[in-house]
């Protein structure tokens, strides 16, 4: 057997069968994969902000954060298991994640609480736009399941969203 046949071979062993067809799989599993990296991304930027956070709205803040950082991770493996469902292959490394992540990481050392709940709330915002573009994706194929968890996950962002709004909000100086 040449090289070629043992790697077809290797990979038929992942593919899982659907009834969405070759290219529905393909294109779904993709916008998904690229998804399920911005969720890490998010989730590890949003524990950073967890554990650098300081000022007088500490308790608060570290709270909030814990709690959205556990909602994204709690997302990542039915993301996951998704792309598998559908036939693909999914993340394999934090290398992975990295070259397919759009969330950008925030590496400073030291941030204000309000650049960091405003750098999340864009994050996520930007996250459901993510999602709505890959519910698209799912409609187009007629891939109601996957379209079905996005519906979930996008009013899980657009909560997220809301909250690190008002959190900011509450930190402007009145009369301005
Ligand atoms: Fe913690």
């Known amino acids: 057997m040449n090289e070629k046949a043992i790697a077809a071979r290797r990979g038929a062993k992942l593919h ?3 009834r969405l067809g070759e290219k529905a799989a393909r294109d779904i599993a993709g916008a ?6 911005d969720f890490f991304a998010l989730y590890l930027k949003t524990k950073n902000f967890h554990w650098h ?21 709690a997302t990542t493996d039915p993301i996951a298991e998704r ?18 992540q759009r969330t950008a990481d925030n590496d400073a050392e030291y941030v204000t609480p309000l650049d960091m709940l405003a750098e999340l709330r864009e994050d996520n915002a ?14 187009e194929h007629g891939d109601v399941a996957t379209a079905s968890l996005l519906e979930v996950w996008i009013d899980e962002a657009e909560r997220r969203t809301w909250f690190l709004f008002e959190a900011t909000r509450a930190g402007e100086t009145p009369g301005l």
């Open 16 to 18: 899982t069968p659907n």
């Open 53 to 73: 956070v300081s000022g007088p709205h500490f308790r608060d803040y570290h709270l909030l954060l814990d709690e959205q950082a556990d909602q994204l991770y």
């Open 32 to 37: 998904l994969n690229a998804l399920l990296a």
């Open 126 to 139: 930007r996250l459901v736009d993510r999602m709505r573009e890959t519910h698209g994706v799912c409609d």
């Open 83 to 100: 792309v598998r469902k559908l036939g693909g292959t999914t993340l394999r490394s934090i290398g992975h994640i990295a070259r397919l």
